[in-house]
């Protein structure tokens, strides 16, 4: 079975600072993995994702992530945030070939000015 | 392109009380169907999902039910409501290409609350 852990529950950073939100994964198999990113009260939209190839993906919004096959990590990291970006931010997984999604708990990012 | 309609968006119910939980999905065609509940500080937890008609997987045992009775009709149910089926309902389904690589576009949520 796979699982998830975004050890940070809240980032509070200040605007135009860079950002990177932690992501860790479990699993025995190969995987797809998924940012999602969730504003308040709406349904969840997809930042990014890594299937295969470079292990440097770009999304919308300005971010980014790296696979790290050796640390099963995929954190996320823009360089510079907005007030915009505030919003809650889910790390994602499936093994290929796909059956179910598994999520982390979220990261609630915070952007001050 | 693909949506999911979801109602109600917030629902008050008293304990005790039924529950029903829509969602639609317009822009696709035989989808994987997902209800995810999200709870305070505990992410998003899979309930449900349905491959098609008449077709369910429970992930957890719990106080609910799903239905699929058409193909892009996914229905969450409760005879009766617990304090801790509180929370925030979301129905997901496949991009089209989803049942390859994963990727599930969501609909906006359903708030319910119980009393």
């Known amino acids: 079975a796979q699982s998830v852990t975004q050890l940070d529950s809240q980032v509070p950073v200040f605007e135009e600072a860079p950002v990177e939100l932690r992501c860790n994964y479990s699993s025995s198999v190969s995987v797809y993995l998924f940012w999602y990113v969730q504003y308040p009260n709406q349904g969840l939209q997809l930042l990014l994702k890594y299937l295969s190839g470079s292990t440097l993906v770009k999304g919308i919004n300005g971010f980014e992530a790296e696979f790290n096959k050796s640390q099963t990590s995929f954190h996320l990291r823009k360089p510079s945030v907005h007030i915009s970006d505030t919003a809650e931010y889910f790390c994602a997984v499936t093994p290929t070939g796909f059956q179910k999604l598994v999520f982390g708990t979220g990261t609630r990012l915070l952007v001050s000015p | 392109s693909q949506t999911i309609h979801q109602w109600p968006a917030t629902l008050v119910q008293p304990v005790g009380s039924p529950l029903s939980l829509e969602c639609t999905v317009e822009?696709?065609?035989?989808?994987?169907l997902y209800w995810y509940r999200q709870a305070a500080g505990r992410g998003l937890q899979l309930l449900f999902y349905?491959?098609?008609?008449?077709?369910i997987s429970s992930e957890v045992p719990q106080n609910l039910s799903a239905s699929r009775p058409q193909d892009r009709q996914f229905i969450l149910s409760s005879k009766k409501l617990l304090l801790s089926d509180s929370g925030f309902y979301l129905c997901a389904g496949d991009r089209d290409s989803g049942w390859v690589t994963g990727e599930l576009f969501f609909g906006e949520g359903s708030r319910l609350t119980v009393l």
């Open positions: 349905s491959v098609g008609i008449g077709q």
């Open positions: 822009g696709t065609s035989n989808p994987n």
